[in-house]
T-cell receptor, first 114, second 111 residues
Framework: QKEVEQDPGPLSVPEGAIVSLNCTYSNSAFQYFMWYRQYSRKGPELLMYTYSSGNKEDGRFTAQVDKSSKYISLFIRDSQPSDSATYLCAMSEGGRQAGTALIFGKGTTLSVSS | DAGVTQSPTHLIKTRGQHVTLRCSPISGHKSVSWYQQVLGQGPQFIFQYYEKEERGRGNFPDRFSARQFPNYSSELNVNALLLGDSALYLC??????????FGEGSWLTVV
C-alpha cells in the first residue's frame, strides 16, 4: 500500500460544476496537508495548506482534513476552464526529524470544458 | 519578490555523465528541498537542507548528492547518469512546514 493514494482520473466536468478531489493516506503521523496545482510542464503551485484536522476556505477552494479517516479533500466551486490542470495532494510529518519532506499523491488530472 | 529560481531549465546529458542543478530559494527562506518528478507521477522527495545542514534524505542512490551554501542557494548533483534519471527536478523553499513553494524545475533528459 502506498503512503498516499490519489485517483489519477482524468476527471472531466462542465464549467460551473463543483469538483471534489480526494486523497487517502496510511501514515497517522502526517500533520501538514497541502494541495498543489500543476499546469503542464510547470512547477507545482501551492493552493491550500492545512495543519491537522479541519476545514479551510479560500475563495472558490475549500480544503478538508479528516485525520480519523486519514482522508483529505479539495473542493472547487464554480469551476473554470482555467482550473484545468493536475492537482496534487501532499503531506508531511513536520518537526525536526522529517522537516518539510513532502509525500505526494500521483495527482488527479482535471479538465473543465466551457 | 522573486520566487524559487532554478537553472538550467532544460538539459540533455549522455548516460554516465554528471549533472549539476542549481536553485535559489525565496529571499528569507532557509530551507531548500529537492524532488524528482517523472511523467505521470507526483514529485518524490530527494533531499532537504536547512541552514546548510542535511535534514532529510529520500530513497535515492548515493549517486545523488546535494549541498546548501551560506546564501541558502543549493546544488543537486547526480553522477553516473542513467536513462531512468530523466525527469523534472524540482527545488522547493520554505519558511515552515506549511508553506512550501516550488520552482519551475529543471528538465533533464538522459540519452
Amino acid at each position: 500500500q502506498k503512503e498516499v493514494e490519489q485517483d489519477p482520473g482524468p476527471l472531466s466536468v462542465p464549467e460551473g460544476a463543483i469538483v471534489s478531489l480526494n486523497c487517502t493516506y496510511s501514515n497517522s503521523a502526517f500533520q501538514y496537508f497541502m494541495w498543489y496545482r500543476q499546469y503542464s510542464r510547470k512547477g507545482p503551485e501551492l493552493l491550500m495548506y492545512t495543519y491537522s484536522s479541519g476545514n479551510k476556505e479560500d475563495g472558490r477552494f475549500t480544503a478538508q482534513v479528516d485525520k480519523s479517516s486519514k482522508y483529505i479533500s479539495l473542493f472547487i466551486r464554480d469551476s473554470q476552464p482555467s482550473d484545468s490542470a493536475t492537482y496534487l495532494c501532499a503531506m508531511s510529518e513536520g518537526g525536526r526529524q522529517a522537516g518539510t519532506a513532502l509525500i505526494f499523491g500521483k495527482g488527479t488530472t482535471l479538465s473543465v470544458s466551457s | 519578490d522573486a520566487g524559487v529560481t532554478q537553472s538550467p531549465t532544460h538539459l540533455i546529458k549522455t548516460r554516465g555523465q554528471h549533472v549539476t542543478l542549481r536553485c535559489s530559494p525565496i529571499s528569507g527562506h532557509k530551507s531548500v528541498s529537492w524532488y524528482q518528478q517523472v511523467l505521470g507521477q507526483g514529485p518524490q522527495f530527494i533531499f532537504q537542507y536547512y541552514e546548510k545542514e542535511e535534514r532529510g534524505r529520500g530513497n535515492f542512490p548515493d549517486r545523488f548528492s546535494a549541498r546548501q551554501f551560506p546564501n541558502y542557494s543549493s546544488e543537486l548533483n547526480v553522477n553516473a547518469l542513467l536513462l531512468g534519471d530523466s525527469a523534472l527536478y524540482l527545488c522547493a523553499s520554505s519558511l515552515d512546514e506549511n508553506t512550501i513553494y516550488f520552482g519551475e524545475g529543471s528538465w533533464l533528459t538522459v540519452v
